[in-house]
Structures are given as structure tokens and as C-alpha cells.
């Protein structure tokens, strides 16, 4: 059975620093992957989709990352601001797009 | 842009009640879902469906069942609502269309958190 790991689970950082999400999953046999942003008692927002062929996707100041083989994708923050704090969530895509979720890394970017 | 709507934001009801929740995609979708959200649990997938009046089990079916009548609609059931009932049920959907950008990307709707008493 799919699992998915996210490291660390809470991270508080000072504005203007770039930061680094983790993502791990234990089987490779994925469609895609898919980062999530979720704010407090709202639904969960698609920020970044990678395909099980590529390798990285970018958006602004958002960089995913993904490593089949090796059970692992990253996303990278550049610059974080105050307003990036919320919940990121990782989750991998199987067949009909059914999505394993992680639990979860809540950011704080502190001003 | 992506709409996925559902039909209530807040919803409180009683032990023994039939639940429904509803959600409408405006994107010609395919595949559907349903998910709760528990604190500590994370997301777990209920039920989801790849065509109209088809449907298939998630992790966590029991106690709950669905109906996709129109491609656009997915309903959840709660047939008899119970207090471990009480969460935050996200519905989403996704395309199967392979030469879209947005190719299985799912895209979720605004939570429904249910109370039951």
C-alpha cells in the first residue's frame, strides 16, 4: 500500500528566506504527483503537477522536484513571504487519479 | 479556471439523519472524488467515480455511498449519520483528457465541514 511522508511537519521561518518541503512515497509505480496549498479551513488548492516523466516543474517562485526511482520530490520556496504560511501537502496520482496524500508540512513565514 | 462547487460550507445535523452533500464541477471532468479530512488522519479517499453512474470504493466506503447521475454532479450519502461522522468533506475532480496540460490534475472545492450531534 502507497504511503507518503512529509518532513518536516511544521517549519517557521523568517521572511525572505528560501525553504525546502520534502516529500517521500514507497512505491514509484506513480502517474504523477501533485503539490497542494491549504489554508486554514478552506479546500485544497493545486499549485504544482508533475508527470511521472518529468522531472521538475516551475511556478513563480515555486520549484517541484521529482525523483521516481528514489521515492522522492522536494519543493523549493524562494523568498518566502508572510502570506506563504499554510499547510503544503504532497500527493501522489495512480490509476483514475486517485491521490495518496501526505499529512502534511504547516509553514509559517513570520514578518 | 477550474470550478468545483459544493453545496453547503458549514452543515450540522442528527445522529440517524440521511446526509447529503452535494458537488458540481464546471469543467466537463471525468473522474470525481470524495474525501474527508481528520485532524491527524490527513485526507482519506471515500469514494470516486471515472463516469457517469459509475463509482468505485476508497479506503474508508463504509457508512457512506454515492450517486453520479449527471457528469457534473457527485453526491455524497450518509444513510444513517453518525457522531464519527462529524469532519471536513472535500470533493474534487480531475480530467482524463491526455493531451490537456491539466491531465489528471485534481482540483478540489471548498470543504463542507459536517457536524453531527
Known amino acids: 500500500k502507497q504511503e507518503v511522508t512529509q518532513i518536516p511537519a511544521a517549519l517557521s521561518v523568517p521572511e525572505g528566506e528560501n525553504l525546502v518541503l520534502n516529500c517521500s512515497f514507497t512505491d514509484s509505480a506513480i502517474y504523477n504527483l501533485q503539490w497542494f496549498r491549504q489554508d486554514p479551513g478552506k479546500g485544497l488548492t493545486s499549485l504544482l503537477l508533475?508527470?511521472?516523466?518529468?522531472r521538475e516543474q516551475t511556478s513563480g517562485r515555486l520549484n517541484a522536484s521529482l525523483d521516481k526511482s528514489s521515492g522522492r520530490s522536494t519543493l523549493y520556496i524562494a523568498a518566502s513571504q508572510p502570506g506563504d504560511s499554510a499547510t503544503y501537502l504532497c500527493a501522489v496520482g495512480t490509476s483514475y487519479g486517485k491521490l495518496t496524500f501526505g499529512q502534511g508540512t504547516i509553514l509559517t513565514v513570520h514578518p | 479556471d477550474v470550478k468545483v462547487t459544493q453545496s453547503s460550507r458549514y452543515l450540522v445535523k442528527r445522529t440517524g439523519e440521511k446526509v447529503f452533500l452535494e458537488c458540481v464541477q464546471d469543467?466537463?471532468?471525468?473522474?470525481m472524488f470524495w474525501y474527508r479530512q481528520d485532524p491527524g488522519l490527513g485526507l482519506r479517499l471515500i469514494y470516486f467515480?471515472?463516469?457517469?453512474?459509475?463509482?468505485e470504493k476508497g479506503d474508508i466506503p463504509e457508512g457512506y455511498s454515492v450517486s453520479r447521475e449527471k457528469k457534473e454532479r457527485f453526491s455524497l450519502i450518509l444513510e444513517s449519520a453518525s457522531t464519527n461522522q462529524t469532519s471536513m468533506y472535500l470533493c474534487?475532480?480531475?480530467?482524463?483528457?491526455?493531451?490537456?496540460?491539466?491531465?489528471?490534475?485534481?482540483?478540489f472545492g471548498p470543504g463542507t465541514r459536517l457536524t453531527v450531534l
Open positions: 469543467m466537463d471532468h471525468e473522474n
Open positions: 467515480s471515472y463516469d457517469v453512474k459509475m463509482k
Open positions: 474534487a475532480s480531475s480530467s482524463e483528457d491526455l493531451g490537456g496540460s491539466s491531465y489528471n490534475e485534481q482540483f
Open positions: 508533475i508527470q511521472s516523466s518529468q
